[in-house]
């Protein structure tokens, strides 16, 4: 992770061990500083965890994950939120109105209740409208089935989750794409990969064909279990179905690949992005670059980095403080990193607090001209 995200999930974990909970601050800080470097999924991902611990997140947690959708184009699970977030107490409001007047509350009042229950990880008031749609005779729909058991899998309750799906048929529900996807996303997320594949078979022999975000799910999955050969395996499956790839796909084999210390094959597959219709974006330089740091590979670094912009992908605050904590790190020359500090402040852009933070430790060792003094004050 970039900055020192890694370090205070680490300590979060600490705190735990030692009896001591941490509290929401401490939970919005790093959603924060992860949306802040790009690394949405593993905020949503301590904001489940948050959930489960039963910590409520509050205005500024949702804030947080909404403009690190933003950052990198999520604008649909963007909008979902903002949209959630004030449609609880909307529909709580419309609810206990209707109920005063006598008037029975319609199927998408429900829904929405419900969602904005699980969006909140209050599973139990998600369950209750549930099973009070349940009593209402045919209200419970797929779509309601699959809010339900989203909000079990976010908050890692998978025999829940997985309650609702076996009972689905019983109400002559038959489960759909959307099913299939959050549950096998429910297993990844909980580790379970064996599960996984099993249903990814099972949607099959059930008529119901994968589609890129199945297929996404999966390969995070693999990657992220270190199975790599399959990711691959399984994406070559997909070329041969004529599906379209897009450029998620490609980032998450080349994360798995970078994860594994595998760099050369990351190299490969990211260089062959060029002769198809994919392109990477800013932040799948930013991963890459990232990656090459990680691995030591500052000349390779440099090299991306200066070739992003002939390309015509301009670089990014992120990029900057990435390829600059590179240099430091690595013991690379104190001055190549403080001229690349000079060109991102030229930029508009400034360091970071995990770049500030490297950079006085540069400065009590002797290790940069005290004339580039100036120049950290502007940042």
């Not at 670089?315 to 013991?331: E, K, L, Q, S, V």
Request: glycine share 8%; aromatic share 6%.
């Amino acid at each position: 992770m970039m900055g020192n995200n890694s370090a205070a999930i680490q300590l979060l974990e600490k705190m735990e061990e030692r009896g001591c909970k941490p509290h929401i601050v401490a939970y919005n800080t790093i959603i924060d500083s992860l949306c802040k470097d790009t690394l949405v999924d593993e905020a949503l991902n301590l904001f489940s965890e948050m959930i489960t611990r039963g910590i409520a997140p509050d205005v500024v947690t949702y804030n947080s994950l909404i403009q690190g959708d933003c950052n990198i184009g999520r604008w649909k699970e963007a909008t979902r939120l903002l949209t959630v977030m004030g449609m609880v107490a909307e529909a709580e409001s419309v609810v206990e109105m209707m109920s005063q007047r006598g008037i029975e509350p319609n199927m998408i009042t429900y829904i929405s209740l419900m969602d904005g229950y699980c969006l909140r990880g209050d599973m139990n008031e998600a369950k209750q409208v549930f099973d009070l749609m349940i009593s209402k005779g045919s209200m419970v729909d797929v779509q309601s089935c699959d809010i339900l058991i989203n909000g079990y899998c976010k908050g890692k309750m998978i025999d829940k989750a997985h309650n609702i799906f076996k009972e689905m048929p019983l109400r002559g529900l038959v489960p759909d794409i959307v099913t299939y996807n959050t549950f096998i996303d429910g297993f990844r997320k909980a580790r379970r990969l064996q599960e996984a594949e099993k249903l990814f078979s099972e949607m099959q022999g059930c008529g119901q064909h994968p589609n890129i975000q199945t297929y996404a799910v999966l390969l995070d999955a693999l990657c992220s279990n270190q199975q790599l050969s399959k990711a691959i395996e399984l994406l070559r499956e997909m070329k041969d179905k004529k599906l379209e790839l897009d450029i998620v796909l490609y980032t998450i084999i080349i994360k798995g690949l970078l994860k594994a210390g595998k760099i050369e094959s990351a190299t490969e597959v990211f260089s062959g992005l060029s002769s198809t219709v994919v392109q990477p974006n800013v932040w799948k330089y930013n991963i890459m670059i990232k990656g090459l740091c990680n691995g030591g590979l500052l000349v390779e670094a440099e090299k991306l980095f200066r070739e992003m912009e002939q390309k015509g992908c301009s670089a990014d605050g992120c990029t900057y403080n990435t390829i600059i904590r590179g240099f430091i790190i690595n013991n690379e020359a104190a001055s190549r990193a403080m001229g690349l500090m000079h060109e991102m402040v030229e930029r508009g852009f400034s360091a970071d607090a995990s770049t500030m933070e490297l950079i006085v430790n540069l400065l009590s060792k002797d290790r940069v001209d005290p004339t580039m003094l100036p120049l950290l004050k502007n940042s």
